[in-house]
């Protein structure tokens, strides 16, 4: 009796706490689409690490838009290794981090539309590629993704209404080619969940039931609550 009652007690659950997930949450979209917004409106909200995408820091971003086939290689390999980098970071980082952009989406959105456009010769294409293979096989996928997308017309109006001069000469007819890249590359990505949203109607950066929403749809991906999210709790 004494055995089977000490074996009982030893079976009985016990209720420890869950442990919490580590989140790396990358945040696609298009240019103008407010993924930087986003990223810190996340980590504001979740008390995650952000991580942005350095472009001014680029020292061939202007010469590029200048002169794009003869920088375009040059400032993609700079992307290509600062992005490397900032994932080194984040895999050493142990709180949760959202992350502006991958190093996934160089390649199959911007290079593979530099390819399409004859910025990028195939010989710079193929160099760009073997590089990019060796550097994602060390490298640890996000947890999440997250894809913002927006009509041409919005991503016009919102490039319009931020302090970044040499986005403005921008076509949309290069903004409608990104969309249909960032569509067909979604497709195909199995490396982590992709839930995407649509924000034509949701401007988070200003109103704040859409960042109400926005954050909700996200912390339901990502199985997590944030302080918004708390404080409504009776």
Not at 12 to 23: A, C
Not at 62 to 76: I, K, L, M, T, V
Not at 182 to 187: H, P, T
Request: charged share 25%.
């Amino acid at each position: 009796k004494d055995g089977m009652s000490h074996h009982a007690k030893e079976s009985l659950p016990v209720d420890h706490p869950r442990p919490v997930r580590r989140q790396h949450v990358t945040i696609a979209g298009n240019i103008g689409v407010g993924r930087s917004t986003l990223v810190g409106i996340l980590a504001e909200e979740f008390s995650w690490q952000p991580y942005y995408e350095l472009v001014a820091d680029n020292p061939y971003l202007d010469d590029y838009y200048a002169e794009q086939e003869r920088w375009g290689f040059h400032s993609q390999i700079w992307f290509l290794s600062q992005r490397y980098e900032q994932h080194l970071e984040i895999a050493d980082t142990p709180i949760s981090v959202c992350q502006d952009r991958s190093i996934y989406e160089d390649y199959e959105v911007f290079v593979k539309g530099l390819l399409e456009q004859r910025i990028f010769s195939h010989r710079d294409f193929r160099t760009y590629r073997r590089l990019f293979s060796s550097l994602t096989q060390s490298i640890t996928p996000p947890t999440l993704l997250v894809y913002l997308n927006a009509s041409v017309p919005t991503l016009l109006e919102r490039i319009n209404g931020r302090s970044r001069p040499y986005e403005r000469a921008i076509p949309a007819e290069y903004l409608a080619q990104l969309n249909r890249r960032y569509d067909e590359w979604l497709r195909r990505f199995e490396l982590c969940p992709v839930p995407a949203i649509e924000t034509d109607q949701l401007d988070f950066a200003h109103d704040i039931g859409a960042r109400r929403e926005i954050v909700d749809l996200i912390g339901q991906a990502a199985g997590v609550r944030g302080m918004m999210q708390e404080r409504m709790i009776p």
